[in-house]
């Protein structure tokens, strides 16, 4: 594939000109394609092959070349291409890919799939991604890889640069900026910089030049941990040791800054009401249905019920229908200023400067900026609403039911992500409609309310 | 600063010895404080210091040490702190930072207190930042860092080693898992991997094992580029080049990771309504108040602007006010069904699955779930309609609204961000208000215009 910035070709051209290459079988139209195309052009024209064109496309390319496209691919088609394989064609892809990468990948497929891929593999292959999968999402040992290099401490300089040559092509793709000392036992006792072994004396042993006891973290570590450590130290790699200190893998600053945008990525997304992992328009129109009713059909059944305030105060509002003009006003705009809440605490929380136990010091800011705003937006709506109707005290009604609703909104959102991650719940994904449910009822109630208490000015 | 399993200490009294630390002005307090806590603490500490403590503390730290705080927190403090900063002291504290984070922080200054601090740097360092300051925010220079090892063609292996032997300290940081290769007129000629100089003899010229003819960069391509280049190689590194070829950088895989956790945060950050950068609950009341009120503003004026569609159609809503309470329930569920929508472009948008030329795929795909999920959630609200008020009509009109709004919710916050990007506006930020507004205004139309027409069997 060529740099991005090659001439342009005309897209749709090409992805027809691969399809054709698929059907007709010809592997070498098909390489020929992938390496005349851009990455960029690769990666649309791929994702938007059909299921069936994605799968025969990967057996006929040579595994390597195979696992480099699959590597282009979104995480979810990988997996259904890698699902409609025959499993000894699949096994000789996933055979090519980086460990991490492919305990992920695996870690997604169907249970059975997975087996009958496993079967194919050669056994240390297979314990390692036994070793990998048995790690949850949140674990230091889920973003390791076991592409390394580690030497025994008695191991001679000279001996380790025979066997950097020796096994040149092994490790082409290794990072060996590091390699890693351990004792018979395999337990971590050193790192060594390959600048060390370059300035070092031949004969020298590597337990001469290493960094003795380095910095290391466990594989059950916590991804914040993980984070904190590659924060505090300028490294590029981290060895990963179980609890017997035995070195198992190493996290690279790169795999950690992957995860922080795949959380991002979800924090996003979950808060748009998209749920059960990514949706892309090439999934089954049934899948991408029932995840969204899935959301959508708990969002209505709150929204219903914030509404049933309003047909309780019926009688109010038949009395003044214009009301009937600001309650979804009120209801948007207290939404709106819940969630700007929501997002700084959201980013306060994934950057450590807030903690759950700050939850006071979260409401005094809140209350003090809610009672500013709630008062600037409440005098907006009832200008609009005196100057629409001119009747003061409609203008003072919806004005104050904004106002004070908005201050409510502030500092329920505020809260609330703190409140869910005391919890251990997911703050991204429940925070939304707990909010909106929540202002939406309060707002109904306090307008009206308020316009029943006041009901013989308005009418 | 101890590895994040230290035995967690109380935090409070941690930042009051902190501060209590600052106030004597001990230097040798300080920076035995930030010794002993962990970095997660340190960034909750320190972030929740007043502005006048953070500077105080920086200004009694050593220059190495203040930098490291200065990384541990968060952007927008970090800039206030150097802005406190009396300029000479700053310039020391800048000094010790890398490249590319010490010109991101310049950037961000206020240009009086920028130049205030460049005054008191050397010709070399003030060059370099302003280089690196000269590029936009998308272009592959703003990524760059300008920390690396360059060698003339004709240095020989012995020679390379010698020096890097003499600079250990000065590269203790630098990634030197490749070094670079330049001819006289520094035009980059070839890459050399550290793995090569290992095992090359020691008479050999950098130009007979360097790997000729490498992958690099323009500092002018765009991000998009970059990114497709990481994608496609497997490189820790790419040598950035101006357009006559000159070495002038290096990005590395991870500065890419993070510009895309800082693209993922905003895209988040922006569809929640928090716009002019990150906010965070210590910056001033005011500043906060303004920036969300902008946002806010904004919205109440297009809120407005779809209510007034109630207002127009409300002889039909005072005949029938039951209708009142399935108005706000319409104007948010069609905006969730919408934000998914939203949600689900722009992420096919930053994998590059789609490209706004793709939206005739996307009406498709949206307009097919738009069906489906318009019946399953009209059928539902219909239903309750129905069971409340015992009117078939009334299920009927409701149901079939917020259906035919549910499809339209859909095709259009699918094609929204389309749409802006080919207009080359920010889809993250304006998606949302462009969408509610026009579902809000369709749903309030709708229902009410179906009621109008059938209004005899709803009353």
Same mark, same amino acid.
Request: with cysteine; net charge negative.
């Given at each position: 594939m060529s740099p991005p910035d090659a001439p342009p070709t005309e897209p749709v051209a090409d992805r027809a000109s691969l399809i054709e290459a698929i059907e007709a079988g010809s592997a070498a139209d098909c390489q020929a394609w992938l390496e005349q195309a851009s990455s960029d052009d690769a990666i649309h024209a791929l994702a938007q092959l059909g299921d069936a064109e994605r799968s025969a496309l990967l057996s006929l390319l040579s595994p390597e070349l195979a696992a480099e496209v699959l590597d282009l691919l979104p995480r979810s088609q990988a997996v259904d291409a890698l699902e409609e394989l025959d499993a000894p064609i699949a096994a000789n892809i996933v055979e090519e890919l980086w460990s991490d990468e492919r305990a992920d990948l695996i870690r997604e497929l169907d249970a059975e799939d997975a087996e009958a891929i496993l079967t194919e593999l050669d056994e240390a292959t297979v314990a390692d991604i036994r070793k990998l999968t048995s =790690? #949850? #999402? #949140?674990?230091a040992g889920s973003l390791m890889h076991t592409e390394y290099l580690a030497f025994a401490d008695h191991t001679s300089i000279r001996e380790l640069l025979s066997e950097l040559e020796r096994g040149a092509e092994e490790y082409a793709? =290794?990072?060996?900026?590091y390699t890693y000392v351990v004792d018979a036992a395999n337990r971590l006792v050193g790192v060594l910089p390959l600048r060390n072994v370059v300035l070092a004396r031949r004969t020298a042993s590597v337990r001469d030049v290493m960094i003795a006891d380095p910095i290391d973290v466990t594989d059950r570590a916590s991804l914040d941990d993980v984070r904190a450590l590659f924060k505090e130290h300028p490294f590029l790699g981290l060895p990963v040791v179980d609890t017997d200190r035995r070195l198992v893998g190493v996290i690279e600053a790169g795999d950690v800054a992957r995860a922080e945008v795949e959380q991002a990525d979800a924090r996003y997304r979950q808060a748009q009401g998209i749920i059960g992992g990514e949706e892309l328009r090439s999934m089954p129109l049934a899948v991408r249905c029932r995840r969204r009713l899935a959301w959508l059909s708990m969002n209505i059944g709150l929204n219903i019920l914030a509404a049933s305030a309003i047909a309780i105060h019926q009688d109010t509002l038949e009395a003044v229908i214009a009301l009937a003009v600001f309650l979804p006003i009120i209801s948007d705009m207290s939404g709106c200023s819940g969630n700007q809440a929501v997002a700084v605490t959201m980013r306060e929380l994934t950057i450590g400067v807030? $903690?759950? $136990?700050d939850a006071l010091r979260v409401l005094v800011k809140e209350g003090s900026l809610g009672v500013i705003n709630g008062v600037a937006l409440g005098f907006l709506i009832g200008l609009v609403a005196y100057l629409w109707k001119g009747n003061l005290v409609l203008g003072a009604v919806v004005g104050s039911a904004l106002a004070l609703n908005t201050l409510i909104a502030v500092c329920v959102g505020g809260l609330i992500p703190l409140l869910l991650k005391r919890f251990k719940a997911d703050p991204a994904l429940a925070s939304g409609p707990i909010l909106t449910t929540l202002t939406d009822l309060c707002g109904f109630v306090i307008v009206l309310s308020l316009a029943s208490m006041v009901l013989q000015h308005l009418t």
């Amino acid at each position: 594939m060529s740099p991005p910035d090659a001439p342009p070709t005309e897209p749709v051209a090409d992805r027809a000109s691969l399809i054709e290459a698929i059907e007709a079988g010809s592997a070498a139209d098909c390489q020929a394609w992938l390496e005349q195309a851009s990455s960029d052009d690769a990666i649309h024209a791929l994702a938007q092959l059909g299921d069936a064109e994605r799968s025969a496309l990967l057996s006929l390319l040579s595994p390597e070349l195979a696992a480099e496209v699959l590597d282009l691919l979104p995480r979810s088609q990988a997996v259904d291409a890698l699902e409609e394989l025959d499993a000894p064609i699949a096994a000789n892809i996933v055979e090519e890919l980086w460990s991490d990468e492919r305990a992920d990948l695996i870690r997604e497929l169907d249970a059975e799939d997975a087996e009958a891929i496993l079967t194919e593999l050669d056994e240390a292959t297979v314990a390692d991604i036994r070793k990998l999968t048995s =790690y #949850d #999402d #949140d674990e230091a040992g889920s973003l390791m890889h076991t592409e390394y290099l580690a030497f025994a401490d008695h191991t001679s300089i000279r001996e380790l640069l025979s066997e950097l040559e020796r096994g040149a092509e092994e490790y082409a793709g =290794y990072n060996i900026q590091y390699t890693y000392v351990v004792d018979a036992a395999n337990r971590l006792v050193g790192v060594l910089p390959l600048r060390n072994v370059v300035l070092a004396r031949r004969t020298a042993s590597v337990r001469d030049v290493m960094i003795a006891d380095p910095i290391d973290v466990t594989d059950r570590a916590s991804l914040d941990d993980v984070r904190a450590l590659f924060k505090e130290h300028p490294f590029l790699g981290l060895p990963v040791v179980d609890t017997d200190r035995r070195l198992v893998g190493v996290i690279e600053a790169g795999d950690v800054a992957r995860a922080e945008v795949e959380q991002a990525d979800a924090r996003y997304r979950q808060a748009q009401g998209i749920i059960g992992g990514e949706e892309l328009r090439s999934m089954p129109l049934a899948v991408r249905c029932r995840r969204r009713l899935a959301w959508l059909s708990m969002n209505i059944g709150l929204n219903i019920l914030a509404a049933s305030a309003i047909a309780i105060h019926q009688d109010t509002l038949e009395a003044v229908i214009a009301l009937a003009v600001f309650l979804p006003i009120i209801s948007d705009m207290s939404g709106c200023s819940g969630n700007q809440a929501v997002a700084v605490t959201m980013r306060e929380l994934t950057i450590g400067v807030t $903690r759950p $136990r700050d939850a006071l010091r979260v409401l005094v800011k809140e209350g003090s900026l809610g009672v500013i705003n709630g008062v600037a937006l409440g005098f907006l709506i009832g200008l609009v609403a005196y100057l629409w109707k001119g009747n003061l005290v409609l203008g003072a009604v919806v004005g104050s039911a904004l106002a004070l609703n908005t201050l409510i909104a502030v500092c329920v959102g505020g809260l609330i992500p703190l409140l869910l991650k005391r919890f251990k719940a997911d703050p991204a994904l429940a925070s939304g409609p707990i909010l909106t449910t929540l202002t939406d009822l309060c707002g109904f109630v306090i307008v009206l309310s308020l316009a029943s208490m006041v009901l013989q000015h308005l009418t």
